[in-house]
């Protein structure tokens, strides 16, 4: 079955430091891949998705990924968190018929 | 606003009750997907609608659990004589329906509705 692992649960950072967040799908076929987050309180937002092309996409507040093809790969970046990036994030693989699988998120808390 | 809404945005029933949910996905629309979010984990898609057929259903939708959008727009999800293990966020989220299978537009989601079965 198709699925998404997220390696990280928990992230605690300090303010100004670099975050990678990892992301890895099973499924051979052509994805689509995003990044949701969910910042507390409120409800699920895209941050960034990855459809073709460049592999490496620019979402909104500084964040990049990643598209690895040969490693199932699509990693989350941002050289420079910021305490207003406590939130948690989570990685889905659009399948062909439009359903999203999503991984367990991880739980990024940045301290200031 | 104009982004999903979704009521009631929190229910406690007792176990054995019916409870329904609706969504209102963003007008011009076509997609409507129903998620299931349980805690610590992420959401887990349970069907969608394009327009008002109803597409894909997953396994986790048992005989107890019905999805409606009988025109095309708003949708509604009822379980049927609930149990303890239905207690979760109900997620419904909405799209257009991409140009081409090779593509796939955002969903954007909807506040969600917390049930919980006592």
């Known amino acids: 079955a198709q699925s998404v692992s997220q390696h990280n649960h928990h992230v605690i950072l300090s303010e100004a430091a670099s975050l990678e967040l990892g992301c890895n799908y099973s499924?051979?076929?052509?994805?689509?891949l995003f990044w949701y987050v969910q910042y507390p309180g409120q409800h699920l937002q895209l941050l960034l998705k990855?459809?073709?092309?460049?592999?490496l996409v620019k979402g909104i507040k500084g964040f990049e990924a990643e598209f690895i093809k040969s490693k199932f790969s699509f990693n989350l970046r941002k050289p420079s968190v910021q305490w207003s990036d406590t939130a948690e994030y989570f990685c889905a693989v659009n399948l062909s018929f439009q359903k999203l699988v999503f991984g367990t998120g991880t739980r990024l808390l940045v301290s200031p | 606003d104009t982004g999903v809404s979704q009521d009631p945005r929190h229910k406690i029933t007792k176990r054995g009750q019916n409870v329904t949910f609706r969504c209102d996905p963003i007008?011009?629309?076509?997609?409507l997907y129903w998620y299931r979010q349980t805690l610590g984990q992420g959401p887990e898609f349970l069907t969608y609608f394009q327009n008002e057929a109803q597409l894909e259903k997953s396994r986790l939708l048992s005989d107890r659990f019905s999805a409606e959008r009988p025109k095309g727009s708003f949708s509604t999800l009822e379980i049927q004589r609930t149990e303890q293990g239905d207690s979760a966020m109900y997620l419904c989220?909405?799209?257009?329906?991409?140009?081409?299978?090779?593509?796939?537009?955002?969903?954007?989601f909807g506040p969600g509705t917390r049930l919980t079965v006592l």
């Open positions: 989220a909405s799209s257009l329906t991409p140009p081409s299978r090779a593509g796939a537009n955002e969903q954007f």
């Open positions: 007008s011009e629309h076509n997609r």
């Open positions: 499924y051979g076929g052509t994805v689509n």
């Open positions: 990855y459809f073709s092309g460049d592999p």
